[in-house]
Nanobody, 122 residues
Framework: QVQLVESGGGLVQAGGSLRLSCAAS????????TGWFRQAPVKEREFVAV????????SYADSVKGRFTISRDNAKNTMYLQMNSLKPEDTADYYC???????????????WGRGTQVTVSS
């Protein structure tokens, strides 16, 4: 099993920044990819970004490209999401997920954190 714990959410004004963290523990050797997903009220959960822990390959949703940056610190087993130029439409619960395969499909990730709330005011 892999345990994931997110932190760093909060309330920010439009145009501001936040950095989310996701700390992994447990059988982390089985994790090759970790990603961020988000779910806004009454909306489906959607892909935000993914990173490969061996090589650093990254991929982003078009809606966040150029504003968000995903990164990881292998020594700390921690993944980050730097979010800049935040918009009200970025308001959502943000979840980190981990798995052994690259995917933008949340069904491909067996391990999930409990989420952290991000609210962007206009």
């Amino acid at each position: 099993q892999v345990q994931l714990v997110e932190s760093g959410g909060g309330l920010v004004q439009a145009g501001g920044s936040l950095r989310l963290s996701c700390a992994a523990s447990g059988r982390t050797f089985s994790v090759y990819y970790t990603g961020w997903f988000r779910q806004a009220p009454v909306k489906e959960r959607e892909f935000v970004a993914v990173i490969c822990w061996r090589g650093g390959y990254t991929s982003y949703a078009d809606s966040v490209k150029g504003r968000f940056t995903i990164s990881r610190d292998n020594a700390k087993n921690t993944m980050y999401l730097q979010m800049n130029s935040l918009k009200p439409e970025d308001t959502a619960d943000y979840y980190c997920a981990a798995g052994g395969r690259y995917s933008q499909d949340d069904n491909e990730y067996p391990y999930w954190g409990r989420g952290t709330q991000v609210t962007v005011s206009s």
